[in-house]
DNA sequence: ATGGTAGGTATCCTA
């Protein structure tokens, strides 16, 4: 049973759903969890997406900020929102698919400029999220098994996960604070990154470009913001990764490109659903 | 060293 899961901060699904079905025609994956939805639930443009072949859809959105959706060809079950730090921010939607599969979607502050906690709130906020869900996964450990997590967590943890490691150093996203909060957060189940697997960490890779470089290809400032992890029993049956950097070409852009990892799961973990496929 | 752009919303906040 192949399962293609792609994650993709939108940024702005109301703006951006041609791109989006493009992605899908291109990419064709079976679960699609989008970040930064920037739409309350009551307008999410649930015709659309379902036209895209997406017949189960969870959102967790608010209006004008952050807001998650996970779109699915297959059924979901067990959806629900959570939220964090007590804040009333949508970041983070978990839904179980066919095969005791357990998806986290999740969109982690990106932290503000200032990379100090004492004096700013948003770095703060990034910090704190990052460790509760950290606790909160090392409490689930003995039952964590079948679990993707994938999102757009705002860190690029590795030197090759920028275009400057000592340039960054002290550039919010990539400083040592943050990727320290983002391994524990790794470490807690513990989580396989899908794409470092596949892709060797001397390698540089980025899935996020800003809107401020001229030429976004040309100057090449990336970072690695948008990541799929994999419980350790799900990682033996990852049969690829793609980073879809086509779609920072389209006109108007999201800042962020599609992260897709394929999974070859055993049917037997499907019963009568996998014969179709 | 600096400032550069984009989206939502309503004039500035967040990324």
Request: include cysteine; charged fraction near 30%; aromatic fraction near 8%.
């Amino acid at each position: 049973m192949r399962l293609r899961v792609t994650t993709w901060n939108v940024n702005s699904i109301r703006l951006r759903l041609d791109q989006l079905a493009l992605v899908v025609e291109r990419v064709r994956p079976d679960v699609l969890c989008l970040q930064e939805t920037k739409v309350e639930d009551a307008r999410f443009p649930f015709d659309a997406v379902r036209g895209m072949g997406f017949q189960h859809v969870f959102v967790h959105g608010q209006k004008t900020w952050h807001g998650v959706a996970t779109l699915s060809r297959l059924p979901l079950s067990g959806c629900e929102a959570i939220r964090w730090c007590n804040v009333e921010d949508c970041r983070h939607a978990v839904c179980r698919l066919p095969g005791e599969l357990e998806l986290h979607n999740l969109y982690i502050p990106a932290g503000g400029d200032v990379p100090d906690p004492e004096v700013n709130p948003r770095f703060r906020h990034k910090l704190e999220m990052l460790e509760a869900l950290a606790a909160w996964f090392e409490a689930r450990r003995r039952q964590a098994e079948r679990v993707i997590l994938v999102g757009d967590l705002n860190v690029a943890p590795l030197p090759t996960d920028v275009w400057n490691h000592r340039a960054l150093l002290d550039v919010v996203s990539h400083t040592p604070v943050e990727v320290e909060a983002l391994e524990r957060l790794q470490r807690s189940l513990p989580f396989v990154d899908a794409v470092r697997t596949k892709i060797p960490p001397e390698e540089k890779v980025f899935t996020w470009w800003s809107y401020r470089a001229r030429d976004w290809r040309r100057s090449n400032r990336g970072r690695r913001l948008d990541h799929i992890w994999l419980s350790p029993d799900l990682a033996p049956y990852l049969v690829f990764v793609r980073i879809d950097d086509w779609v920072r070409d389209l006109e108007r852009p999201s800042d962020h490109v599609p992260v897709t990892a394929e999974l070859d799961l055993p049917d037997s973990w499907f019963g009568d659903a996998a014969v179709r496929s």
